[in-house]
């Protein structure tokens, strides 16, 4: 009877223990990878993640949420050490670069973290190509398929920003390019593209 009754007791125990881990919270509130909780659903939606993230300063999310192909232009570009395609490197001490770049040696780690840091950089010392760290407001939008273009106003930015978008192969949307200029302008543009 004494074992029976320890046994209950330890089968309790286990069962216990052993309870469904999808009823726990996970680290990204139901995603399974951090990828996966941004939510980039719509080109409204993905526009705000990209630019919350700016805000905070939070330039891997930004990294992410950037289309694949913008992505890869930055990787090249970064490869032969065009750093101006992300920032403007005459407003950054060349010893912030150096120390960048001996920090963060390129064959040892992936785009997404020089991204960061040389943004980190041109938030230190003013040389975001174009600023989006300040409130954005987003006032109206085109849809065409696959692609879609946000208009924004931005504190301290003269003219509209336009978020250009595109829908990835796998459906999510995510920011191609971003534009400031009036119609009839040359725009400013960033990421620039290949220089």
Same mark, same amino acid.
């Given at each position: ?37 941004? =939510? #980039? *659903?719509? %080109? ?7 630019? &919350? ?5 939070? !330039? ?70 174009? =600023? #989006? *760290?300040? %409130? ?7 849809? &065409? ?5 946000? !208009? ?44």
């Amino acid at each position: 009877m004494r074992r029976a009754a320890l046994f209950v007791v330890l089968l309790a125990l286990v069962g216990s223990g052993c309870a469904d881990s999808s009823d726990e919270a996970t680290p990204f509130g139901g995603a399974r990878t951090y990828f996966e909780s941004l =939510d #980039l *659903s719509t %080109p409204t939606a993905s526009a705000k993640t990209f630019l &919350d993230a700016f805000a905070r300063d939070d !330039f891997m999310t930004v990294w992410l949420t950037l289309y694949p192909n913008t992505q890869k232009m930055i990787e090249l570009q970064l490869d032969l050490l065009q750093r101006r395609v992300v920032v403007d490197d005459l407003a950054i001490p060349h010893a912030e670069f150096e120390e960048i770049y001996e920090s963060f040696p390129p064959e040892s780690i992936g785009a997404w973290y020089l991204f960061d840091a040389l943004m980190l950089a041109a938030d230190e010392y003013g040389a975001f190509i174009i =600023d #989006l *760290s300040g %409130p954005v407001r987003i006032t109206d939008n085109t849809v &065409d398929g696959d692609e879609a273009e946000l !208009f924004a106003e931005a504190a301290g930015i003269e003219g509209i920003v336009t978020l250009h978008m595109a829908k990835s192969f796998k459906g999510s949307w995510r920011v191609r390019e971003v534009t400031v200029g009036d119609e009839g302008e040359p725009a400013v543009v960033w990421p620039r593209p290949g220089l």
